[in-house]
């Protein structure tokens, strides 16, 4: 089983709609979540970080589920603006190392 | 002006050269990372590097070597590039805690 797993997508959403996509986890010990934004040949930039009792900025709510070891997020109103890959990642020990998933690519529509 | 700068930013080489990717930072952050990104996958870490007296590899270091020449400089070499180390290239930072920030990324291209 892969570390992470994320779907690639894309996901093709008219502006205005909400959008939620998941990602997995195989170490249970982990303990640091993000989510990272991607735009197409750009460096990843921090979305926000996921807390274990979820976090809402602005249109964007991430979700932590241990029990199933995934993690989610949720925008809502979507704008042409939203449209890039979103990067599920973790931290795997105490030094910081993070684990990347390969990301879910969001096209949002006119 | 960008916190972390990476050099060059696109790089065409041919088989067995050298090749070295550089990175400065003006974050004054101590940690330092070097990933690669392909089409597909996650990053992968290459090298990290938490203090100019320590360097460690990442989960992809083999026909990769670096130099943290100051805290704020962190440079990745190839010794003799192959084509299957075509990549997008991302020098990080990070200031202890496991947020990281990321330079523009040098796209390498080997023939």
Same mark, same amino acid.
């Given at each position: 089983? @892969? ?5 690639? %997508? ?5 502006? %205005? ?12 010990? !982990?303990? !640091? ?19 274990? !009792?979820? &976090? ?21 109103? !979507?704008? *042409? ?5 979103? *990067? ?6 105490? &030094?910081?190392?993070?684990?990347? %998933?390969? %990301?879910? @690519? *969001?096209?949002? @529509?006119? | ?33 070097? =990933? ?10 290459? =090298?990290?590097? $938490? #203090? ?9 270091? #083999? ?6 020449? +100051? ?15 075509? +990549?997008? =290239? /991302?020098?990080?930072?990070? #200031?202890?805690?496991?947020?990281? $920030? /990321? ?9």
């Amino acid at each position: 089983r @892969k570390e992470v797993e994320q779907d690639p %997508g894309p996901f093709n959403v008219p502006e %205005g709609a909400t959008v939620a996509f998941n990602c997995t986890y195989s170490n249970s010990a !982990s303990q !640091s979540f993000f989510w990272y934004r991607q735009d197409c040949r750009k460096e990843p930039k921090l979305l926000m970080s996921v807390y274990s !009792s979820g &976090n809402e900025d602005g249109r964007f709510t991430a979700q932590l589920n241990r029990a199933s070891q995934y993690i989610s997020l949720l925008i809502r109103d !979507s704008k *042409l603006s939203d449209s890039a890959t979103y *990067l599920c990642v973790f931290e795997e020990d105490s &030094n910081y190392q993070l684990i990347w %998933g390969a %990301g879910t @690519k *969001l096209i949002i @529509k006119p | 002006d960008a916190d972390v700068t990476q050099t060059p930013r696109n790089r065409i080489t041919k088989t067995g050269k050298r090749i070295m990717l550089e990175c400065s930072q003006t974050k004054g952050h101590d940690r330092m990372y070097w =990933y690669r990104q392909d089409p597909g996958l996650g990053l992968r870490l290459i =090298y990290y590097s $938490f #203090d100019v007296k320590d360097i460690n590899k990442g989960e992809i270091s #083999d026909g990769y070597s670096v130099s943290r020449q +100051a805290q704020a400089k962190f440079s990745l070499s190839l010794e003799s590039a192959i084509p299957n180390q075509t +990549a997008l =290239y /991302f020098c990080a930072t990070s #200031d202890g805690t496991a947020k990281q $920030f /990321f330079g523009p990324g040098t796209r390498l291209t080997v023939l």
